[in-house]
Structures are given as C-alpha cells and as structure tokens.
C-alpha cells in the first residue's frame, strides 16, 4: 500500500471560477480544516469517489438520493442490525463528485458487544427473510402509490368556492408546502426501505464469495454470483413485456401497421381502426404500469427518463424483437440452458471442494446467499426505476410553479437548487403569493442558478481523483467491497490511472471483467438509450451504463463496454446469458472511445484494447 | 491382413487387457485414447510378431543355447551373450509377413500424419511379467526420428534385442524367469513436430487451486518451457467453466526444433518481432484444458502433463499429450478445510465481518 499514496482531502483544490461552489450542497458535505478534530478524522479516513452511483457530477437536487442513502445504509449497519466491526458509511462532496468512506468500529471490545446483537437482529430477518420481503414488496406497493396520488397543483387567483363551503380552513398554498414535504417525504421513505434487506444481502452474499476465493482463489467472481443468482428476476420484465408485444403484433398481423418508423403517436393513430389493433394497444397500454416505468438510465439523475417518458423508444426496442421474429428467429430466453448451466457449475465447484468439512460450508452459505439474492437483484426496479420514475415527473409539477411564478427560467432549472432550498423557495412563492405582492425569488434565483450551471460546466471538466485520504488496512462494510469493489488491484488501477494525462494517448482501457471471451469489432458509443438505434449488427456497444431498456441491444451487438458497473450491473448479466463479452467499469469508455474504432474487448481479462483509431 | 490383429495394433485398438500381446506402454496409450486423451498416432509391433519373428528367423534355440551360456557368478559371460543374442537379433531379417504388417501401418500412419515416410519414436513396451524389469527391459531403447520402412525395422528388431542386455539377463537369472518365454512389444508413434509446446497443470502450482488449469506455452518443443529457458506464455482456465481467465502474453526469446535434415534439435532465436505474438489461439488452450480435465479423471488426481500442438496433423487433431504424471507439490499437501466449520450461515457470516477485508 506504501506506493498507493493519495492526496489529503483538504488539499484539493477548487476549480478557478467556482469558489463558493459549497453552498450549493448540504453544508455538511464540505471538507472543512476549520476544526482540528474534524481535520484530523477527515484526514485520517479513505474517501473514494462514487463513480459507481455518480459518473457525472452531481446537480444540487439529486443529492436527495445521496442524503437518502447515507441516512438508510448507515443506520441499518450503526443502530438496527448492529454489524459487529462495521459503522455507517460517511459522506463528502469534492467540487461536485461524492466522496465515501466506511467508518469502522475500532474498539475490539465494542466489536465483541456487538456480536449477540447482530447475531439476533439479523438472525431474525435471515430467519424470515420470504416473509419480511413479502411484507416489503406491499410497502413499496403503497408508498408509490400514495405518490401517484400527490396531485401539485397551480395555485389559483381565487380561491374554489369549496374552500368556503367545506370549510376547509386551508390554502393552497399551505397544500403546495404540505405536498412537496410528503414528495419529498416518500422519496427518503422509499430509500429507507431500500437498504431494509440489502446490507444484510450483501453481507451474506460476500460471506459466500469470501468463502469461494479462498477455496478457489482463481474463480472469476462472476461465476459466483452466476451460483446465487435468480433467473426470474423482475429487472427483466421489462424486456419481456417487449417480446411478448412484439410476439402479439406477429399474431395479431399488425406488425406491418407497426412498421418501422412511425412515432408512438403514428402508431396509435393506425391502429386504433382496426380491432387487432386495438387489441394490441390495450396490451401495450397494460405494459405501462409498472413496467414501463423502467428508467433508461440508472434512475438516479433527473434526466434518467422512463419509457413511459418516451414511449417511442420501448417501441423502437419492441420493433428489434418484430424483426427478429419476422425472420424467424427466435427471442426467448434460453431459460432452461441458463438453469441447467447454472446447477451445474454449482454442482462441480462443489464436487472440487476436498473436505466434507468445506462442503457443509459451501450448503450453508450458497443456501443463504441464494435466498437473499432475489431481494439484491429485485429491489432497483421498485426503487430506482418505478419509484423515481414517478418521482421526478412531480417534481418537474413543482418546477412549473416556480416557473410560472418567474422562481426559474425553465422547468429543468429545478435540478440546480437542492430540497431545501426548493422548500425556501417555495415558502417565498406562497407567501407572496397570499400576501398578493412580488416575491424575492424572481430577483434571487435566476442569477444564481446561471452561476451554478457555470459551476457545474467546470465540474463536468474537471477528472476528480479517485480516492483521497489514508487506506485501511481492512475494509468490513459489506457494501464497500461487494459494490464499489474495494481491492488492492482497483487501487492500483486508480494510482495508474491518475498518470495518464492526455486521453488521445491511451491504447488500452481497463475495467471489471463482466462477462468472458474476447471479441474485435467496430465500436459504437451509445450516450442514451435513444441511440441503440444507430447500432449496426456486430458493432460493440460503448455505453454510459445500461439497464433493462438497453436490452434490446444486446440482440445486435456483439460485446459491450461500460463506463460504470461492477460484475452485478445489467449489462454484465445480460453478457453472460447471450455468452458475449462485456467489460464494466472502465470508468472512462465513453470519453475515450469513439463510434468507428477498432477495439478488442477481453471479457476474461477485463481489458480493452484500441486496435485502430478513426 | 486378415489376422494382422495378432501381430500389429493401433493404439486405439490396445487396452489393459492387451498387455500380454501390447506391452504396458503400449497398453496405457491405447487406455488415453480411450478415455479421449490424444497422444500422437502410432501403433503396437505384438509379442506374438516377435515370437513369429523368432521362429521365422529360425534362432529361437540359437538364442537359448547361447543365454545357457551365461555363469551367473561371471559377468563377463553375461556381457559376452548379450553382445551375441543381440547381435543375432538385429542381424536376421524379418518375415515379408511382418515386414508387411509393420510396413502397411507404417506407411498408414504416414498417410495419416500427411508425411511422407513420416518420423517416428521406435521403443520397446514390456510385457506384464517383465514389468519389474522395465526400467532396464526396455526403456532406455527408445529411438527417435527413425525413418523409412529399413530404419523402422532395423529398430523394432534392436528393441526386441534389448531383452537380452546383460542386465536383463541377469534379472531374470535371479528371479528364474525363463527367458524362452519373455516377449516384447515395439511401439511405433509418429513425432510430434511441435508448432508450439509446453506444460500444463490441472491445478493452479502457486496456489493449490483445484478449480484451475494452468498452462504454460512457447513454440516449438516443450523443452524452452520444461527447462525455464524461456519465459512462457501463460494460461489460466478454470476448470469448472473452460474459460480463460488469465492470459500473460510473454517475450518469448528462443525456441527448439529439430533440424529436417540432421534430425538434431536445435535452439533459435526467436525475431525481436514475433516475441510478443501470442503463440497458442484460445481454442486450443481450451482444447488442451480439457484435455487436461479428462486427465486428471481418468488419473482420479491432479496431473502434471507434458503437450504439444502437432505442425503435421489435421487442425481438428493437433492437440496432442506427450507425457502425464502425478503433481506432487500441492497433492502431497495435508488437507485442512477452507474455513472452520460452524453451525450456521450465520455464523460465517458474522466471522467473515469481523475478520473483514485485507487490503495490504
């Protein structure tokens, strides 16, 4: 680790031209010198960048994810589940990217204390984990329900004559605070119920891979998950509601009034005149909910959009399967291969371990693993997609308020005040808005918002360092290793890569090794999911990241590159089931590889090579 | 050819209960093609071809008056009739019977290898009851890049001669064997002209790791890897799965050939610009790993196991295993289980949060 040195947090320097740039964020996010003690445990802590969640800097309003979760996964670990050595995980913001750092309990004895605790805590979820996840799935249920019931609306001249009627006793301006305190309220609800099961999922499924490294210190750590992994698993869904709608149009005999090219709006219009067609469209509209709500990024940024925000582009997917069927070929799944694959390999690693010993271990902790596994996989679509799908189309409600009250320019100037803020201004609006004056905010947040989107230009510009600070000698917080993947080699691959300057200079990209084989071909860079159409049969696809709404994509190409994502994201699982390469994680893919070149991806070494520039 | 089955076998056609007429060598070649482990093509010369050999040639009695010679108290008796026997063996010639036996198959296996009058190992494969003996029966009397129908001949008989070397005599005067009814077989393989060659392991050698074939490469013959002249390519590939999951591309300096002409081996530099080529495709890496995994079952433990990739042969049959035997470093190891066991997943898991993660 000696070699590994990294830069003090405090030593970072802010972007010329964006001094000030703190207050954009909650104030307890900066690194402060201020106080010797603060200095002294901020100096003494490992900080890595969350490249993972955030690979783009972040706008003042989505932090609310990042303030959800540092409050959800600390609190589970610190004060439910008692995890023995592990506290939660801390939080700093470095011109504008996220820094985290687990805090470990570093009394022995306090560690010991903990043990009975945890053991019975997680104990009793482990022991009821179908139960207790049942029981979750319905709260999800409720609360994004409860969400689409939160109507924001306008606030009128006068008052509705029910006010009086009724006796209300109420505004609606008071309603306005009142909805936007429970938006914001279900959006941090949402997130404490994300991390209900997930540390102690991560924990047992680390518990299992620690355990398969060391009886098999060269397995690739995609063959482990590829043992607990489900099959069935709800992040799919999406994609096959598009199989089985483009399955119906074949059937149905009105692929051709689909076509190739209309737009959704086109397309109803055709269809609704003939009863196939009307058959389809009530298909297509059932789809909707909820599974259209899968979102075309990861659904942690604002510009995430869902299908349902564009239902051209779950048409244009759709259109990929049309084809493919049309042609005869086939777009299932091949399920039962992937099954029987998988209990085989399960079955030989088994059959490789040498003690009897070793494979009671290996029952006990697959078996867990297995069973929690489902939940890891299953919670990003209630939470991250459904959920935030419908959460940033309220708030972009609330941001035409405020524009209708001259607060901002355009409705996507929301994304540069963060909660709080919004709350001020929102107060602002209503007050004057009863007191039947000019409210502040008109001469307030304009200027302000031009000088963030300035800032956050800089920010966009700016490599932040991957890690700051001191490294441990040990990391215990499940979620660390099994997410950001906290290893001697990616901090090596960091220190590296902080030395290459110029990017027209690199030949070669590294990442995680997300799917094997080795595959060359002409790569595509792919920004968003509106891009998939561009790609040529047997292109490599270089994307951002991908989720479930990218799937169809993978039917054309013939390896993919991510720039975020560890051996679990999508683009990784959906690898290895059509058995083509994928690289994830480079970090950088995007900003250095561009549509035409040639490059070799090594699924089995997780290197990317740039064969021929354009 | 209707009965050449008694005197002349493919590999293929040997097994372990063949041993009486195949020899053990012989015997266990026949047993990996069995178990679909390739070794190069070649084919057994029968005990019953020697025994025919020995009565067509008409020396069978000649042989036992002079071995009848032999003072078990003077060596220089001993050396004296082995130098006559021997002698007399490779002297006499051989049936046209037998001689078109071995040459019909000798000339197959030429065809099969695509050359012409192909080079082949020649040596002798001793039969069940001169096992004990085989060290010194036969295994030194293996002759290399023997060509053409005269030169095979000419070797098959020193083989079958070298069951009377003074040491065989004289073992087989200790134990009362009688020598009138040892016999030899003679194994005729084609050389492996190796494109590229080496090493592979069925488990990993720096860590132990059973779910791992490692695989070490350089071109030309295994000797640049077996001696560590020569920096490999190296492959790891798990065992479970057969894909590659580590690849070190080397500069590999030099390699061994044999000279078309002189037949000698000889060591090349290799050009500054082929050093870094990969010098195995993956599909034969894979090819060979399981290969290797076939090995290891049909052995029931880890294997160490020499290979090489055949220039001659067809691209669906270059693979071939040389050599196979036992790994000893980690397979003599006690064995210890990975972990403690404990009562219950929950248990591991709250001993694996507490140990935590190294990162050193």
């Known amino acids: 680790m000696a070699d590994n040195k990294f830069l003090s947090p405090h030593e970072v320097e802010t972007i010329p031209g964006t001094e000030g740039w703190e207050r954009m964020y909650p104030y307890h996010y900066r690194f402060s010198t201020d106080d010797p003690e603060r200095r002294k445990y901020e100096e003494n802590m490992f900080w890595f960048n969350d490249a993972l969640h955030y690979p783009e800097p972040m706008y003042p309003f989505d932090i609310i994810w990042d303030e959800a979760w540092f409050l959800a996964l600390s609190q589970y670990n610190t004060r439910i589940f008692m995890v023995p050595p592990a506290l939660g995980v801390d939080h700093r913001i470095i011109n504008g990217n996220v820094y985290i750092t687990p805090v470990p309990v570093t009394d022995p004895k306090e560690v010991e204390n903990r043990i009975p605790l945890f053991m019975e805590r997680a104990g009793y979820y482990y022991q009821n984990w179908d139960k207790l996840t049942g029981q979750w799935e319905e709260k999800m249920k409720k609360i994004i329900s409860e969400l689409k019931q939160i109507e924001i609306k306008p606030l009128p001249e006068i008052e509705d004559m029910s006010v009086v009627t009724e006796g209300a006793g109420t505004s609606s301006g008071y309603h306005l605070l009142k909805d936007y305190d429970r938006l914001i309220d279900l959006g941090i609800l949402c997130w404490q119920y994300h991390f209900e099961f997930l540390n102690l999922g991560y924990a047992a499924y680390v518990t299992f891979v620690d355990f398969c490294t060391k009886a098999f210190p060269d397995i690739p750590l995609q063959r482990i998950t590829q043992m607990v992994g489900g099959i069935d698993v709800i992040m799919y869904q999406p994609d096959e509601e598009l199989k089985k709608l483009a399955k119906l149009a074949i059937e149905l005999k009105v692929d051709g009034e689909i076509g190739t090219d209309a737009d959704i709006d086109e397309v109803v219009r055709r269809l609704s005149k003939s009863e196939n067609g009307r058959k389809w469209l009530e298909a297509w509209d059932n789809a909707k909910d909820p599974w259209f709500y899968v979102s075309t990024g990861t659904g942690w940024y604002h510009h995430d959009l869902s299908w349902n925000d564009d239902l051209n582009v779950p048409l244009n997917s759709m259109r990929i399967y049309i084809e493919k069927l049309q042609q005869g070929l086939s777009i299932d799944r091949p399920l039962e291969r992937i099954q029987a694959e998988r209990e085989e390999i399960t079955r030989e690693y088994r059959a490789l371990l040498k003690t009897d010993e070793d494979r009671q271990t290996f029952d006990q902790l697959q078996g867990t693993a297995k069973l929690v596994f489902p939940y890891v996989e299953n919670h990003l679509f209630y939470v991250e997609h459904w959920f935030h799908s419908i959460f940033w189309n309220k708030m972009r409600d609330v941001a035409r308020i405020m524009k209708d009250h001259g607060f901002i320019a355009e409705v996507e100037d929301i994304w540069f005040l963060n909660r709080s803020e919004i709350k001020d201004a929102l107060w602002d609006l209503v007050t004057s808005w009863a007191t039947g004056t000019k409210g502040y905010g008109p001469l307030h947040w304009p200027p302000e918002i031009a000088w963030r989107k300035g800032v956050y230009e800089k920010f966009k510009q700016w490599t932040p360092p991957p890690a700051v600070g001191t490294p441990p000698e040990t990391i215990a917080e499940p979620f660390t290793i099994v997410l950001w993947g906290i290893t001697n080699e990616s901090m090596a691959a960091w220190a590296k890569l902080r030395e290459i300057g110029d990017p027209d200079k690199v030949t070669e990209l590294t990442g995680f090794a997300g799917s094997p084989g080795v595959a060359e071909g002409v790569a595509r860079v792919c920004r968003s999911v509106d891009d998939i159409n561009k790609l040529a049969d047997g292109e490599i696809l270089v994307a951002p990241t991908t989720s479930p709404s990218w799937a169809p994509a993978f039917q054309k190409i013939k390896a993919c590159v991510t720039d975020v994502g560890g051996i679990m994201c999508h683009a990784a699982i959906v690898c290895r089931e059509y058995g083509m390469p994928a690289v994830v994680g480079t970090g950088q893919a995007t900003t250095i590889l561009q549509t035409g070149m040639k490059i070799r991806v090594d699924g089995d070494t997780g290197k990317i090579t740039l064969l021929d520039r354009v | ?360």
């Not at chain 2, 209707?2 to 070649?29: H, M, T």
């Not at chain 2, 010369?45 to 002079?66: H, K, N, W």
């Not at chain 2, 001993?78 to 001689?99: F, H, M, N, Q």
């Not at chain 2, 195995?280 to 880890?302: F, S």
């Open chain 2, 1 to 360: 050819m209707k009965d050449r089955k008694q005197y002349v076998r493919w590999f293929q056609e040997c097994d372990l209960e063949s041993i009486p007429l195949v020899g053990g060598k012989n015997a266990s070649l026949g047993e990996l093609l069995k178990a679909g482990i390739p070794v190069p093509p070649g084919f057994a010369v029968t005990t019953e071809a020697y025994q025919r050999f020995l009565d067509e040639g008409g020396i069978r009695q000649e042989i036992i008056r002079i071995a009848g010679t032999v003072r078990p108290d003077d060596t220089d008796t001993g050396e004296e009739a082995s130098r006559r026997i021997r002698a007399l063996i490779e002297s006499t010639p051989v049936s046209l019977d037998i001689e078109d036996y071995i040459g019909e198959f000798y000339r197959r296996l030429s065809k099969r290898s695509r050359v012409p009058a192909v080079p082949a190992a020649v040596r002798s494969s001793a039969t069940a009851e001169d096992l004990p003996g085989a060290s010194f029966a036969g295994q030194q009397d293996t002759f290399l890049w023997i060509r053409g129908m005269d030169d095979i001949l000419a070797h098959v008989r020193r083989c079958w001669s070298s069951l009377f070397t003074p040491r065989a005599m004289a073992y087989r005067a200790k134990m009362g064997f009688d020598h009138e009814k040892v016999a030899i077989s003679v194994g005729i393989q084609k050389m492996v002209n190796s494109w590229t060659a080496g090493v592979m392991f069925t488990l990993n050698p720096s860590s132990g790791d059973t779910s791992t074939i490692v695989i070490d490469a350089n071109w030309g013959f295994g000797e640049s890897v077996v001696s560590g002249e020569c920096t490999p390519d190296h492959f790891v590939v798990d065992k479970v799965t057969m894909e590659i999951t580590k690849r070190t591309i080397s500069a590999k300096e030099c390699l061994y050939t044999v000279n078309p002409e002189t037949h000698a081996v000889e060591r090349h530099e290799i050009p500054e610009e082929r050093r870094t080529n990969q010098c195995i495709i993956d599909d034969d890496v894979v090819a060979l790993a399981r290969i290797g995994k076939l090995i290891e079952k049909h052995y029931g433990k880890p294997m160490d196991i020499e290979w090489a990739i055949d220039k001659d042969l067809p691209a669906a049959g270059r693979v071939m295993i040389l050599q196979s035997r036992p790994e000893t470093v980690w397979s003599t190891k006690k064995v210890e289980p990975v972990c403690k066991p404990r009562k219950s997943a929950l248990e591991h898991i709250v001993a694996g949060l507490v140990a935590g993660k190294k990162i050193t």
